[in-house]
């Protein structure tokens, strides 16, 4: 069973930066750890649909971004540390949302959120203009 819990979340000034966490523990239904699951994050507004952010593949050599965040946004993971990281900077109030981090039995990232099994509970960014 897999748990992923976000933190990093809060209430942040336009322009400012921040780095978000998922921490990755147990195993998938096929036993896959942290370093065999690719890893999304995603972030949902109010009234809106849940949109993808960025991706990053198993090794951490493939990285894919949403043209929204593009430029502006890092993402990483710590294989020996079963953590994920999003990193963004000079934030807007756009980017104000619940962003979740996921995972998937899968080598390349997927987009779309029925690609991903496995969710966290969300972290509110909010960031003040």
């Known amino acids: 069973q897999v748990e992923l819990v976000e933190s990093g979340g809060g209430l942040m000034q336009a322009g400012e930066s921040l780095r978000l966490s998922c921490v990755f523990s147990?195993?998938?239904?096929?036993?896959?750890?942290?370093?065999?699951?690719?890893m999304g994050w995603f972030r949902q507004a109010p009234g809106k649909e849940r949109e993808f952010v960025a991706g990053?593949?198993?090794?951490?050599?493939?990285?894919y971004y949403s043209d929204s965040v593009k430029g502006r946004c890092t993402v990483s993971r710590d294989n020996a540390k079963n953590t994920g990281y999003l990193q963004m900077h000079s934030l807007k109030f756009e980017d104000t949302a619940v962003y979740y981090c996921?995972?998937?039995?899968?080598?390349?990232?997927?987009?779309?959120?029925?690609?991903?099994?496995?969710w966290g509970q969300g972290t509110q960014v909010t960031v003040s203009s």
């Open positions: 990053i593949g198993w090794t951490g050599t493939t990285t």
């Open positions: 147990g195993r998938t239904f096929s036993g896959r750890t942290f370093s065999t699951v690719a």
């Open positions: 996921a995972a998937d039995a899968q080598l390349r990232p997927g987009e779309r959120p029925e690609e991903y099994d496995y």
